[in-house]
């Protein structure tokens, strides 16, 4: 019968091991699913409302720029390339109103074709 709980804990034990290094193996995908609000926000919303337009479409570009989407979006020929152009158009078109500006997806698909 000890035996028996001695093996039990022992699974338990290695599972929760197990567990525990997948967590780990995981952090920083866990950890951008957390954070809530992301930093150039604020700082956009500092320049806008400061008059520092040029800062704001600065900051705004390099967002962008570092969206997943982007390569899809501006460069690559790929099947999901207006799929990856209408989700950056919707994350970033109350920004881009308040800068004035707008994306001419037709410019970049125009480009794209020529490569």
């Known amino acids: 019968m000890e035996l028996i709980i001695l093996i039990i804990l022992s699974v338990i034990q ?67 390339r207006e799929v990856a152009q209408k989700r950056l158009s919707d994350k970033y078109a109350p920004y881009l109103d308040l800068l004035a500006m707008k994306f001419d997806f037709d410019k970049a698909n125009s480009f794209i074709a020529k490569f």
Do not use: R
Request: aromatic share 14%.
């Open 14 to 80: 290695i599972i929760v091991l197990i567990c525990f290094f997948f967590l780990c193996m995981h952090v920083s995908a866990i950890k951008k699913t957390v954070v809530a609000v992301n930093p150039w926000q604020a700082s956009f919303n500092l320049y806008y409302s400061t008059g520092q337009v040029d800062k704001a479409k600065q900051l705004l570009m390099q967002s962008i720029m570092q969206e997943s989407d982007f390569a899809d979006a501006f460069y690559l020929n790929t099947a999901n």
